[in-house]
């Protein structure tokens, strides 16, 4: 299966309407009733923990583990280990074992790779032996983040706060079901997790536990999962150093995708709620515009400020370390503490100063004052842009660039070897690009670091209809026999069975396939490629994919020809998708690639038998090569500063991993 292919259904699975039992997407509001707790940087490092215990094939709650307290993996060693366990084929537990006897390990990150199996060996010994909710305390004493002796009395009591709670839910737990194992609490909290919804519809071949499964699905049908709003405390995929030189495995294909699509219909979620309710108080839209500014504003000081506590522990941890580059440490940790004061200053402002001339204000007084290297890394930092932001919600942001909202860690080495390159540019799909602009840190998960991920049975079922429809046309197929036949195949070989929801999904595929059929036998135009691949280039990058199927309309030299695209998920009006950038890459391809001078595009939405055409011209050709050409400007420029919005983040599969999800 091609990766394009698997991306493609990444984005599909968006579809609620084929929504497993276990694969809901539980909205913002809903998450609120879990607990505002959940949310916190501590706990979600305990149930990134419970995750990986849980099903330790959950990479994304890895890579959490990996990048947090008390390990602290560095990116660059981050993107190495998981290219070691992808080139070998092995989970990304075995992965780390493996690298610990690569020479391109450096022996610090090899001993902090040492510190993550030692405790995850101990912990997964536990969990058919100890009492659960003594297990999860010890636990929550392991991974007690150094900043937390840092903490103000009162951060410090919200932090111990959050973790009791935590606690408590698992003394429920053991309540409840007595004779429950560790190993069935942490399968409990896995699903409390962020995207726990997700990886419960994935074919993970973990059964659930038996002795709280009920309970399980039932909070999954419930709300269970952590969901709303931004993580409490930064973090994240920190890393500060690691040895450059092993370079990248070129070219995007072989993982799969990040998440779905940001959804269309603007924000929704916690924030449009509580802002539709003020509405209704009769609050103008202007207060609300200016409330809703300095809320961003105090967010974006709460996660500076316990980001700066982090980088003081993590920062601090590393100076008795024998490196070369601790000075680049420490003046990253001074930026951080003035970019801090910056955002106080700014919340500060005298009443009526815009937050534009604030900003200029104290930028003049902190620059005067640091050294040629601070004055660099603040001068360099993409903050006020970010602040600029909040303070104008509804401002356009742009790919990664100046506009885009950071507060994700800087003292980072750069992750080039990792980039997908070609040549002097990179290997781009419409995947990728869309990928990026919704989210250059969802990217950065995804393309970069590759973290590798599971499909969702929603995804596997799409990646089914197209290898039907792609065996059927390449078979030159005539008959609805032969579909049907096909479908029986590519089901089995997928791992689909009969009953209960993978019943009620094949009777969708059956009715789809047959209509689709009779479609095609009703066309008036003629089908004339089938997964037809292109290759082109936009400036030094390297585009490429696959179009599903090309019609020619009309007969004659001068016959226009109409790009297809096969979709399973819900279907989206013309004017939803009037930004799209597929289809747009598409016509340009066909120019270019195929020297088609014209052509038409449409989504076929399969399930619905209803094709979307998307009008020509919506976006010219120059249009779509600027946006390339800023895409993989971002890209190279390691421009990855996450772009959180509930429904951006909703979509996103890397939410255990992000130190900024909202959702
Ligand atoms: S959770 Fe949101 S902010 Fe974080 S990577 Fe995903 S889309 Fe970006």
């Known amino acids: 299966m091609p990766a394009a292919r698997v991306d493609d259904e990444r ?48 990479a994304a709650a890895i890579v959490r583990a990996l990048a947090r307290p008390p390990i602290e993996l560095h990116q660059v060693e981050l993107a190495r280990v ?76 919200e932090h111990d706060a959050g973790l009791e709670r935590l606690q408590e839910l698992a003394r429920e737990f053991v309540r409840e079901f007595p004779r429950a194992s560790a190993r069935e609490l942490a399968r409990h909290l896995a699903t409390v997790a962020p995207g726990a919804g997700e990886r419960r519809g994935a074919n993970t071949g973990t059964p659930a536990p038996t002795t709280a499964s009920s309970r399980s699905e039932g909070q999954a049908g419930t709300g269970g999962h952590a969901g709303a709003g931004s993580e409490a405390r930064g973090g994240g995929v920190a890393g500060a150093d690691g040895v450059a030189g092993v370079s990248g495995e070129a070219g995007a294909g072989g993982v799969a995708g990040a998440g779905g699509e940001a959804g269309t219909g603007g924000e929704t979620g916690a924030r449009a709620d509580a802002a539709d309710g003020e509405r209704a108080n009769g609050v103008g839209d202007e207060a609300l515009d200016d409330q809703t500014a300095e809320r961003e504003l105090h967010d974006a000081f709460q996660l500076l400020r316990e980001e700066v506590l982090d980088a003081v522990a993590r920062i601090g ?36 100063q815009s937050l534009a001339d604030a900003l200029a204000d104290v930028n003049t007084r902190l620059l005067a004052a640091v050294t040629p290297l601070q004055r660099e890394i603040l001068q360099t930092s993409p903050l006020d842009a970010a602040l600029v932001r909040a303070a104008e ?25 990792f980039l997908p390159r070609r040549g002097t540019g990179l290997a781009l799909s419409a995947s990728d690009i869309h990928t990026y602009r919704s989210c250059p840190l969802r990217y950065k998960f995804a393309r970069v670091l590759r973290i590798p991920l599971e499909q969702t049975v929603n995804q596997r079922f799409g990646i089914v ?44 595929a059956l009715a789809a396939l047959t209509r689709y059929h009779a479609r095609l036998r009703a066309h008036d135009s003629k089908p004339v490629w089938f997964e037809r691949q292109f290759h082109f280039r ?80 919506a976006r ?40 900024v999800a909202r959702a």
């Not at 509001?29 to 990986?52: K, T």
């Not at 790009?563 to 819900?570: A, E, F, G, W």
């Not at 390691?638 to 909703?650: G, K, L, N, V, W």
């Open 465 to 508: 209809v197209h290898q039907v429809l792609e065996r059927y046309h390449r078979e030159d197929g005539q008959t609805l026999e032969l579909m049907l036949r096909l479908l029986e195949d590519c089901w089995r070989r997928a791992g689909f069975g009969r009953d209960g929801l993978d019943g009620d999904l094949r009777e969708k």
């Open 82 to 157: 998981i290219q070691v366990a992808r080139r070998r084929k092995l989970g990304l537990v075995l992965g780390l074992a493996a690298a610990t006897e690569s020479p391109h390990i450096p022996p610090e990150a090899r001993e902090r790779i040492q510190r993550f199996l030692d405790l995850h060996a101990s912990f997964a010994g536990e969990l058919d032996v100890a009492a659960p909710d003594e297990l999860l305390a010890t636990l929550v004493r392991r991974l007690r983040a150094p900043a937390r002796a840092l903490l103000a009395a009162r951060d410090a009591a």
């Open 538 to 617: 936009v400036g030094p990058h390297h585009l490429r994919g696959r179009v599903d199927r090309v019609d020619r309309l009309g007969d004659g030299a001068d016959a226009e020809y109409e790009l297809i695209d096969y979709k399973t998920s819900r279907p989206k009006t013309a004017e939803q998708l009037h930004a799209d950038i597929q289809l747009s890459l598409y016509a340009l391809a066909a120019r270019e690639d195929w020297r088609l001078a014209s052509s038409r595009q449409a989504y076929y939405y399969v399930l619905d038998d209803l094709k979307v055409p998307v009008a020509a011209g």
């Open 317 to 352: 941890g590393r100076l008795g370390e024998l490196r070369l580059d601790t000075d680049l440490d420490i003046s990253h940790g001074v930026a951080r503490y003035l970019e801090l004061l910056k955002v106080s200053a700014a919340l500060q402002r005298p009443a009526g």
């Open 393 to 417: 919600p509804g401002a356009p942001v742009a790919a990664g660039g100046e506009g885009a909202s950071t507060l994700t860690p800087r003292e980072q080495r750069s992750l080039t070897p």
């Open 11 to 58: 984005e599909d699975h968006a579809r609620a309407g084929h929504a497993s039992p276990g694969e809901r997407h539980e909205s913002p509001g809903e998450h609120e009733s879990s607990g505002a707790f959940l949310r916190r940087a501590e706990v979600r490092d305990v149930l990134a923990w419970m995750r990986l215990l849980a099903d330790p094939h959950d």
């Open 620 to 659: 010219d050709a120059r249009s779509v090569e600027e946006i390339v050409l800023e895409v993989g400007e971002g890209i190279l420029a390691e421009r990855f500063d996450p772009t959180p919005s509930p429904a951006t983040c909703a979509m996103c599969d890397y939410r255990i991993t992000c130190p």
